[in-house]
């Protein structure tokens, strides 16, 4: 008889559990890395728990590289702390799910409320520009453009 509970497999015991972690902002490329080795350090303490459970880290984007090198040979998946809705596109900064399954992601975090409302707080300050823009000479079809375009942007998100 096989010992082995496939991945993301229901067992005798129930749904095999998910843990994960968002490191957010908190530490720099450094103390990624080196939190990283630490995490990877645990592979062995997690092959012998008595129940399989899944266990991911969620880097800044530019420590996905780090996360990729230093969990690859592990049992401890990765991802990203947000993903764009679109493949392609001139969305500057973003980062589109494909780019993030070649980098070796696995999971991803969709729409977290922390995300939301700094996006609406931002839409407030650009349409404060706009406003002010549009006093000092801009475009009316410009600002409602621009209008438009973001309140489906938040509304999507």
Not at 99 to 122: F, I, N
Request: proline share 6%.
């Amino acid at each position: 008889m096989n010992d082995v509970i496939p991945e993301n497999s229901p067992s005798a015991a129930g749904p095999r559990p998910v843990i994960g972690v968002s490191l957010k902002l908190h530490f720099g490329l450094a103390r990624t890395r080196a939190w990283l080795a630490e995490v990877a350090a645990l592979d062995a303490t997690l092959a012998a728990l008595p129940r399989p459970v899944d266990l991911f880290v969620l880097p800044s984007f530019p420590a996905l590289a780090d996360a990729r090198e230093l969990l690859g040979a592990t049992r401890i998946a990765f991802g990203a702390q947000n993903v764009h809705w679109a493949d392609t596109g001139a969305f500057t900064g973003e980062v589109s799910a494909g780019m993030l399954a070649e980098a070796g992601a696995r999971y991803v975090e969709v729409g977290h409320a922390e995300r939301r409302r700094h996006v609406e707080a931002a839409l407030v300050c650009l349409q404060h520009w706009l406003v002010s823009d549009f006093a000092g000479g801009g475009s009316a079809p410009k600002v409602e453009k621009i209008k438009e375009v973001e309140s489906r942007n938040l509304r999507a998100a």
